[in-house]
């Protein structure tokens, strides 16, 4: 199995596992999706080649979308004919993401506890910080429900939040997939406290709950802007992510 292949398997057990949590799983033919109300995250389609694709299966995906049936957010893996299959509908890229990855052998050190003091989340209401975070920090409502119901699954699900001058001020989380390897997902900070290392500090602390756990293999999909932090810190990039929108003022998700 390619590394490539680790990664995208490990993002779309989780988005699967989200939308069970959530009971908000739709399992199309030729999709998956996960479609919320009050929540912006983590909405979307996915798993769209995983039959093969067909113009059926766009054309009522398409439709799905626009009569709002379906969010309009569709991630795929980097292929160019789906890319093209996509693009030639009319959807196009909202966002790209890098797939990354490292094997991990040792524990990394981890900053004083004067820089930030970080801690599991472990109740409702720190299920809810996590929230607040994540919806400041990536700019998306996140529903505080979603969190406390992953917080329920420890065995699948870690979720950390950091403290910073007495402040919450960053969080992320870690998922173990059905093949035994690690994602880091939702690693934020708020906007007045960037800068300070926050992010970086937390994704070290995710890495060595991944070993804790005897994990070795870990991914994320990084920004533009953060795949240089996760470099210095050890990870590879590998394939482009990429998040489609299709146009249209009458479709919900924008």
């Given at each position: 199995?390619?590394?490539?292949?680790?990664?995208?398997?490990?993002?779309?057990e989780f988005?699967?596992?989200?939308g069970?949590q959530?009971?908000?799983l739709?399992?199309?033919d030729?999709?998956?999706?996960?479609?919320?109300?009050?929540?912006d995250?983590?909405n979307?389609?996915y798993?769209l080649?995983?039959?093969?694709?067909n113009?059926q299966i766009?054309?009522d995906?398409?439709?799905k979308?626009?009569?709002n049936?379906?969010?309009?957010?569709?991630?795929i893996?980097?292929?160019?004919?789906?890319?093209?299959?996509?693009?030639?509908?009319g959807?196009?890229?909202s966002f790209?993401?890098?797939?990354?990855?490292?094997?991990l052998t040792?524990?990394?050190?981890e900053p004083?506890?004067?820089l930030?003091?970080?801690?599991r989340?472990?109740?409702k209401?720190?299920?809810t910080?996590?929230?607040?975070?994540?919806?400041?920090?990536f700019q998306?409502?996140?529903d505080?429900?979603?969190?406390e119901a992953l917080?329920?699954?420890a065995?699948?699900?870690k979720?950390?939040?950091?403290?910073?001058?007495?402040?919450?001020a960053?969080?992320g989380l870690?998922f173990?997939d059905s093949?035994g390897?690690?994602?880091?997902?939702?690693?934020?900070?708020l906007?007045?406290?960037?800068?300070l290392?926050l992010?970086?500090?937390?994704t070290i602390?995710l890495?060595?709950?991944c070993l804790k756990?005897g994990?070795s293999?870990?991914?994320l999909q990084?920004?533009?802007?953060?795949?240089?932090v996760?470099?210095k810190?050890?990870f590879?990039?590998?394939?482009?992510?990429?998040?489609?929108?299709?146009?249209?003022?009458?479709v919900?998700?924008?």
């Open positions: 199995m390619t590394i490539d292949t680790k990664i995208i398997i490990n993002l779309f988005f699967t596992f989200l069970q959530t009971k908000n739709v399992e199309a030729g999709y998956n999706a996960i479609n919320l109300f009050g929540s995250w983590p979307r389609v798993h080649d995983k039959k093969g694709v113009n766009i054309l995906l398409l439709q979308i626009e009569q049936e379906l969010p309009n957010l569709l991630t893996p980097e292929n160019s004919e789906l890319q093209e299959c996509l693009e030639s509908v959807m196009f890229q790209t993401q890098r797939g990354m990855a490292i094997q040792e524990p990394i050190p004083h506890n004067d930030q003091q970080i801690k989340v472990e109740s209401e720190e299920a910080i996590f929230a607040e975070i994540a919806s400041k920090g998306n409502n996140v505080p429900g979603i969190m917080m329920k699954n065995y699948r699900v979720l950390f939040i950091g403290k910073h001058d007495n402040v919450f960053s969080c870690s173990y093949k390897n690690a994602g880091l997902y939702m690693i934020a900070t906007p007045e406290y960037r800068g290392g992010g970086r500090n937390m602390r890495m060595n709950e756990e994990i293999f870990c991914s990084a920004s533009p802007a953060g795949e240089p996760y470099v810190l050890g590879k990039p590998y394939k482009n992510i990429y998040t489609y929108k299709m146009k249209g003022e009458n919900r998700y924008k």
